[in-house]
């Protein structure tokens, strides 16, 4: 009799417990993350440096050709480089030829708080991180140095990598929890 009263017992508090968890209401961090990463929400960070070699930074365009990623050879009063990898590719804005690489992107690496601002919508703190490309990271400081050089009244690459926080707002539907954009 005691044995089959603690298996109902247990059996009840099983079932109160799952209910009440499907049934939750509130946004968590880790669901408010997942939809997050579900989105676009990473920013890609593309850099722009001449494909024609400055003396003053030649040490920056040597270090990348002892690497193979690029190749430069004498033309006229300069050394123009080409692109021996794919992650580098070629543009030419305004006439002007220059090299451009993905050094990375801006994304979501925590969300810091979650706040219940009604029964159905809610907001996230979440903060954004620089995440560098592979090649990006092996070469910083050259491509840095290259980027700065060329940067033409953009905002320094150390700038444009910084951390920061956005707030995140969420409305949640009949099917559960949606981001709905960033403030």
Sequence with gaps: MVQTFTIKLVSVVAIVSLCYSCGKKELDRQTAMRLIQGTQAATPVVINFFAYEHEDIRPAYQELENAGIIKCHPEGPFRVCVSLSPSLVRVVPGGE?????????????????????????????????????PLYAQHQAAFSSLYERARLGYLLISERTQPEARRAVFQRYDDGWRLQGFQ
């Design 97 to 133: 030829i220059r090299l451009q690489l993905s050094a990375g992107t801006i994304g979501p690496t925590a969300v810091t708080g979650v706040t219940q601002t009604g029964p159905n919508s809610a907001t996230a703190d979440v903060q954004f991180s620089f995440q560098a490309a």
